[in-house]
Structure formats: C-alpha cells, structure tokens
C-alpha cells in the first residue's frame, strides 16, 4: 500500500507511520529525517535547509523533490511505502503525483491525523530527540528507560529546535496556511481517511488500522 500520512505538526505523525511501516513491512519515508541527516551530514541541500528548519520555515519543494524521488527509488520502497511529512503544499501533492505516475503507481491512501491546537503545543513541549540516530521520545507519553538517555544508542536526549513552543505555532500557522488545503484536494479524490489523533499511542494506531481496513 501507498500511503500518505498527513496532520498537523505534532500530531504523531513520525511514530505513527514508524509503527505502521514495522508492523506492515512498509518503508517509513520520513521528509523531517531526511533533511536533518542532510544538515548534520553539511551536504549542500542541508546547508541550505538548515536556516529555514531553524526559523520553521519550509524548504524548497524542489530540494525536497529531489530527495523523495531518490528515497522511492530504493528497494524497500517497493512493497509500499509511507510518506510522512509530504507532501506539504500542493505543489509537493503534484510533483508527488507526477513522479509516481511515472512510475506507473497511484497513491492508495491519505490518512488525515486530526488534532487541537492546545493539545499539539502540549505535546511538542514534552518531546525529546537523539541526536545520534534520530529516536523521538515524550517525557510523559514515552518516555526513554533511562531519564534523558536514547534506548538505542544511550546518547543524551535533546528538544529539537522546531519542538520549541513558539517554533510550534509558527508550524501551525503555516500548516493551515500552505498543507490544510490539500485535505480537501485527497478528499475530492476519495482518498481520504480521517483519524483521531488525541489520546495513547497505543489506541492511535489502532483507529489507523481499523480506519485502513474500513475504508478498503
Ligand atoms: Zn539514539
């Protein structure tokens, strides 16, 4: 299944298409993962994102094109994949069209993470990340074994620069601004699948489920 993942920004998002991917066999694509690799790696697409992630601001729909197309083109992405975090505008939802459409393949699924303001900003302000490899834990909703240290490689846990409250409504502005309009545009394609995203993770992923298997 092809699938996209769409929501506000601390909707839940990354863990749960993380789960999704692992329990279908699925390849996570992950847009925010792979321009921080790009910025902590300095390669010449990272520099340039890296003052616009800083600011929360979104980088070029080309810059971010170029590494979908690469990511999709990999192996695992062959059996399906879930994109999470594009596309953002619709401009991404076209060049995401385009270059599968090439390929022969059609998206199979939107599912629209639904989630208040008020709850997303408390969220956000309990995530940690690893800096290291890329692990995202929540103060109170999952938290690491051991306080502040990453379960996977034990490296001292730190609050993204973007988690940071004012960062975050800044996100939500631009969210309602430049993404909300594409839930109309999968909807008007039948391909949307709304979901509540409030509560545990845990009963989040089970209304995915059931939403995907309702809904085929
Ligand atoms: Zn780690």
């Known amino acids: 299944m092809r699938l996209v993942l769409l929501g506000p920004p601390g909707a839940g998002k990354g863990t749960q298409a ?21 910025v902590r790696k300095q390669t010449p697409a990272g520099q340039k994102a890296e003052p616009l992630l800083a600011a929360g601001q979104l980088v070029p729909d080309a ?3 170029e590494l979908v197309a690469e990511r999709l083109a990999e192996p695992d992405a062959r059996g399906g994949f879930i994109l999470d975090g594009y596309p953002r ?6 060049d995401l069209a385009a270059l599968l ?5 059609g998206l199979d699924r939107v599912v629209l993470l639904r989630l208040e303001d008020e709850a997303i ?8 990340s690893c800096p290291e490899c890329g692990a995202v834990y929540h103060l109170e909703f999952a938290p690491p074994r051991v306080p502040q240290r990453c379960d996977r490689c034990g490296a001292a846990l730190v609050q993204r620069e973007d988690d940071r409250e004012e960062v975050v409504r800044r996100r939500l502005e631009t969210y309602r601004q430049k993404t909300a309009p594409l839930i109309e545009h999968y ?3 039948g391909l949307l699948v709304e979901v509540d995203a409030s509560g545990e993770v845990d009963q989040v992923s089970q ?3 059931q939403a995907l298997a309702t809904s085929a």
Do not use: Y
């Open 89 to 94: 505008n619709p401009q991404q939802a076209e």
């Open 187 to 189: 909807r008007a394609q």
């Open 18 to 38: 993380r789960r999704l991917a692992e329990r279908r066999g699925w390849a996570h694509i992950s847009t925010g993962d792979m321009l921080r690799e790009a």
């Open 101 to 105: 459409r090439e390929r022969g393949l």
């Open 207 to 209: 209304r995915i489920e």
């Open 121 to 128: 900003v408390r969220r956000m302000a309990g995530r940690r």
């Open 63 to 65: 810059l971010v094109l």
